[in-house]
Each structure stands twice: as C-alpha cells, then as structure tokens.
T-cell receptor, first 112, second 116 residues
Framework: DSGVTQTPKHLITATGQRVTLRCSPRSGDLSVYWYQQSLDQGLQFLIQYYNGEERAKGNILERFSAQQFPDLHSELNLSSLELGDSALYFC???????????FGQGTRLTVV | DAKTTQPPSMDCAEGRAANLPCNHSTISGNEYVYWYRQIHSQGPQYIIHGLKNNETNEMASLIITEDRKSSTLILPHATLRDTAVYYCIVRVGLGAGGTSYGKLTFGQGTILTVHP
C-alpha cells in the first residue's frame, strides 16, 4: 500500500458526460501528479500541483482540469468525454520534487 | 528532462540477478536517476533513486557510472513476481529551479520477464 488513495477504482460512463476522479495523497505530501495510461500509450503526465498551486502541465486536454484543495487532496475533472478518454488514471504524491513519488492504484475509466 | 534509452525487453531466470541498463547521456548535474516498475496495470512502484553515488535498498541496487551517462538497476535474486515493466527516469529536483518541480516523465521502459 503506497498510502495514496484514489477513488473510484472503476468508472463507466457515456460519451459527453463529465466525471471527477479523486486523489488523497500520502499524509504530509505537498505535491500531487496526475497521469493517464491508455492501452496504446505509456504513462502520460497530465498535471502537477504543489501545495495548492499548479506547477507543471503536460499533455492535458482543455476538456480536462484539476485542482488541489487546502487539505491537499486533488481532483481531476474530465468533461465532454470521448471514447478515446478510456484509460487508467493514476495519481501520485511526493513530499517535494526531490523525494520519491508514490502512486495510487489508479482509476479505470471506461467511456461507452 | 533528459531522455533515457532502455532495451524494450529482457529475460532473466528465477534466482539469478537481473541487470537492467539505462542510458541517459544528456543528464544534467541536477537531475536524479529514478527507477520505477509497473506490474500489470497496477500503479507504478518506486524502486530506488540516486544522484551520483551507487545506492542499495531492500529491493535493488543502482549503479551509476562516473560520468553519470548511464546506470544499471540490479535485482540481485529475481523472482517471478519481479516480472514487470521497469522504467528509468531522470528527474529534476525541486530545488533545482525551473518549472518541472520534480515531475516524472515515463518512457517505454523495459519489459522484464522472469522465467522459472
């Protein structure tokens, strides 16, 4: 158990819908990262927050957004969902950019 | 972040040492070498990291060449449960400035298959 909790574990939704994925980082970790892993692609970095502020942005679509709340949990919002958004979404946390990041078990999103 | 090059796949016999190489010839002085693995769609698991010196923990050893342009992850006694995709990543630390703030950029990794 990495200490990073992601909910829900599985999510099935229809095209055009909006979903919210939640991540609770390890206790004390200030940095949260979101990744997407599709079947045909590797782990793609989406976005990083550090102590509530956005710090780095990767290949995140405009339909996707994220935030980190004062209690340090983070949410990834995916809207206008398309079939191609079906993927595993992982959250990771670290205490700083120099310490190791620990990953949650992911949310498997299926868009039908 | 520096780009890494890893062989796409490797095999290893159970009980033998698995040596996974990684080239990172463009690594900067403030970049760390990290190793993660991913077992069948589970969340990536941190293994080990280092800056200049060799490192060892309960899972593995990390050997970094003196010029830091390559490294080797060693699993001393591989088991069937070590079958996974292994990722070598170079990562800028938080204190190094810039805007990456320690994000991890994953490549394709090495698929390690441990055989009985």
């Amino acid at each position: 158990d990495s200490g990073v909790t992601q909910t829900p574990k599985h999510l099935i939704t229809a095209t055009g819908q909006r979903v919210t994925l939640r991540c609770s980082p390890r206790s004390g970790d200030l940095s949260v990262y979101w990744y997407q892993q599709s079947l045909d692609q590797g782990l793609q970095f989406l976005i990083q927050y550090y102590n509530g502020e956005e710090r780095a942005k990767g290949n995140i679509l405009e339909r996707f957004s994220a935030q980190q709340f004062p209690d340090l949990h983070s949410e990834l919002n995916l809207s206008s969902l398309e079939l191609g958004d079906s993927a595993l979404y992982f959250c990771a946390s670290s205490s700083s950019g120099e310490t190791e990041a620990f990953f949650g078990q992911g949310t498997r999103l299926t868009v039908v | 972040d520096a780009k890494t090059t890893q062989p796409p796949s490797m095999d290893c016999a159970e009980g033998r040492a698995a040596n996974l190489p990684c080239n990172h010839s463009t690594i900067s002085g403030n970049e760390y070498v990290y190793w993660y693995r991913q077992i069948h769609s589970q969340g990536p698991q941190y293994i080990i990291h280092g800056l200049k010196n060799n490192e060892t923990n309960e899972m593995a050893s990390l050997i970094i060449t003196e010029d830091r342009k390559s490294s080797t992850l060693i699993l001393p006694h591989a088991t069937l449960r070590d079958t996974a995709v292994y990722y070598c990543i170079v990562r800028v630390g938080l204190g190094a400035g810039g805007t990456s703030y320690g994000k991890l950029t994953f490549g394709q990794g090495t698929i390690l298959t441990v055989h009985p």
